[in-house]
């Protein structure tokens, strides 16, 4: 039933939405946002916040609501390559949009969870914290968000059965800890998560520190070699990035400590045009040397 706050809302505007997100501190797997817009008032018994339900009642309720014709509903998931690449804010943020893009069509007013509202969005908004407990809709997309990223998790125990993603679905655990630490991050674990960062090999750490670069910045290999906890094997770091096989890793953003420009695969003028087209501001001009 409509919280007392939807209702007043709902007297105002002609279609109203919630969206809630699950996944949030997960170690593994996607961040899920699910969005439920309406156009009338609707009821659904046992309706709550998905954490207070059991899988059983979460699933009896998702049934209810997938084919109500008075419930419009979408869902995003958000990869934890993504995750990793923008971090878990701006990936959530992003899930919210890909969500609402998704719907036939906007309200004219949306509910979120939490304290953060969707950027430059023209729709009215209201964050509310705890709105998983309080706001209807915001429950209803939470338990959409919690019944098919878990569906999803229990796919992925099939395809890495090491970790026990059926049990915890990606929550860190005592048991999946245990497991991350016995066999190495899977595919799917978010390795600029701290727990997982740990368990990666070095190069895999150097892969992951220097992923997250942002464009028209530099890190030198020092930098690197302290963020990884390595600080004296800066030297290893250029031969970790000159066997780079991925596209995602954008080794040219790593530079001597003097400004240098250092070595690249593909050759230092391959480097320095590279930095030219993402507006790198190079202080010292010795560096073109």
């Known amino acids: 039933m409509l919280s007392n706050q939807e209702k007043q809302i709902f007297n105002k505007y002609f279609s109203l939405a919630g969206i809630d997100e699950v996944g949030r501190g997960s170690l593994a797997g996607p961040v899920t946002s699910a969005i439920v817009l309406i156009k009338k008032k609707i009821y659904i018994k046992g309706v709550k916040d998905s954490k207070m339900l059991s899988q059983k009642q979460r699933e009896e309720v998702f049934e209810e609501i997938k084919d109500n014709p008075n419930i419009e509903w979408r869902v995003s998931h958000i990869s934890p390559k993504v995750i990793d690449q923008v971090n878990i804010l701006n990936a959530t943020i992003l899930s919210w949009k890909n969500s609402l893009k998704q719907l036939n069509s906007q309200p004219d007013f949306l509910f979120l969870d939490g304290n953060q509202i969707i950027p430059n969005l023209k729709i009215k908004q209201k964050a509310i914290i705890k709105g998983d407990q309080k706001i209807f809709l915001v429950s209803l997309a939470s338990i959409i968000a919690k019944v098919l990223r878990d569906r999803l998790m229990e796919k992925m125990d099939k395809k890495y059965p090491l970790y026990g993603f059926n049990q915890h679905k990606g929550y860190g655990t005592k048991y999946h800890m245990e497991m991350i630490k016995k066999h190495g991050p899977s595919e799917i674990h978010r390795r600029s998560f701290s727990p997982v960062f740990e368990n990666l090999s070095f190069r895999d750490k150097v892969y992951q ?21 390595h600080p004296k094997s800066y030297r290893a770091i250029g031969n970790v990035l000159n066997k780079n096989p991925y596209r995602w890793v954008p080794c040219h953003r790593v530079i001597k400590s003097n400004g240098k420009i250092g070595g690249f ?12 087209k993402e507006k790198f501001a190079f202080i010292n001009p010795k560096c073109y040397n």
């Open 209 to 229: 520190v220097v992923s997250r670069i942002p464009k028209g910045s530099v890190l030198s290999y020092k930098e690197v070699a302290e963020k990884i906890n």
């Open 265 to 276: 695969a593909r050759g230092s003028e391959a480097k320095k045009e590279l930095l030219k």
